[in-house]
């Protein structure tokens, strides 16, 4: 099926937010792994995600890394950053800052902390927020992550905001790793962006019409993940798409069995031999010797390798 029809689509990185031995942000380095990104396979950047520790960084912080990314050139319109706070003032100075530096739509987690609330609930928060902001430049791809966030995004509640909000609300990153649910939605909503949040679940889901993929692997594997996505947009299941899905499936299969921040960032802390990336905020840590090494054997057994630089 073919999702031409569609507003955002790609493969877009969650990507890693690296730090100084202080736990600052460093805005250097997150722009230059910015465009080591955009050079290799990504269409788009899904900064301040999960996988961006967005949560271990404060409101004034995740702003300031929003501005450093822009004054550094990376290109704004690719951005998709991750907006969505406990606090609905919160969400909307981050939502705000999004917009002002020109990113092209935004990654809206629910408000996470009260659990169990009604879909009506839910509704009223993300409508608050369009309703504060008042700015038809907002697109807004919905955060469904519940095994992370504990709080789901219900069909009802897409149904819901894309009757109220349909240019605002274009889009949701499905992470649950539940491919029913991401098929389900490109089924019940047309022209509503779908993206996987797991890389071995993007084919399936273009295959349905959706948009593509958000993933923490894209960090490194983004040339493979676009080599799906290009292939499958040329030649659906004409071409040898099945094919370049293997090693795609094979980078996520490792990080999988490896706590996912750490790995990806001792993988990138090898690729570039800088050992800054490693730096990370408690409580994640960094992983022990004898396990960085073994991912390290694992990957180099598969026979991948990252791409070099542009």
């Known amino acids: 099926m073919s999702a031409t029809n569609l507003e ?5 990185a969650a990507v890693l937010t690296p730090q100084h031995a202080d736990l600052s942000p460093d805005h250097a380095r997150l722009a230059a792994h910015s465009r080591w990104l955009l050079a290799n396979g990504c269409d788009g950047l899904g900064i301040l995600g999960t996988t961006g520790e967005a949560n271990s960084f404060s409101v004034a912080e995740r702003l300031e890394i929003l501005d450093k990314l822009a004054e550094n050139g990376v290109p704004t319109k690719t951005m998709m950053p991750g907006t969505g706070c406990c606090a609905i003032p919160d969400t909307v100075e981050v939502t705000k800052k999004a917009i002002e530096i020109g990113a092209g739509a935004v990654l809206m987690l629910p408000p996470f902390y009260y659990k169990n609330q009604s879909d009506e609930g839910l509704f009223a928060a993300y409508s608050e927020v369009i309703q504060r902001i008042g700015d038809d430049r907002l697109k807004i791809c919905v955060y469904h992550f519940p095994q992370m966030s504990g709080v789901p995004v219900s069909m009802n509640l897409i149904a819901m905001l894309r009757k109220a909000y349909p240019d605002t609300v274009v889009g949701m990153k499905d992470s649950s790793g539940v491919l029913d649910n991401m098929l389900t939605a490109v089924r019940e909503f ?21 948009a593509g993929c958000i993933t923490a692997c894209a960090n490194i594997a983004a040339d493979l993940a676009q080599a799906v996505h290009a292939e499958y947009r040329a030649n659906g299941d004409a071409g040898n798409v099945d094919e370049l899905q293997k090693p795609l499936a094979a980078v996520r299969r490792i990080i999988s069995g490896y706590p996912l921040i750490p790995s990806l960032k001792a ?3 090898r690729h570039t031999g800088d050992e800054a990336w490693l730096n990370m905020r ?21 026979g991948l390798a990252m791409a070099q630089a542009a």
Do not use: N
């Not at 955002?8 to 877009?12: D, K, Q």
């Not at 047309?190 to 959706?210: K, T």
């Not at 408690?282 to 598969?302: C, H, I, N, S, W």
């Open 267 to 269: 993988m990138v802390a």
């Open 190 to 210: 047309p022209g509503f962006c779908v993206f996987s949040g797991a890389d071995d679940l993007m084919l399936p889901v273009l295959r349905e019409g959706g």
């Open 8 to 12: 955002l689509t790609g493969v877009y």
């Open 282 to 302: 408690p409580p994640v840590m960094k992983m022990d010797a004898g396990q960085t090494q073994r991912l390290y054997r694992e990957y180099d057994g598969a």
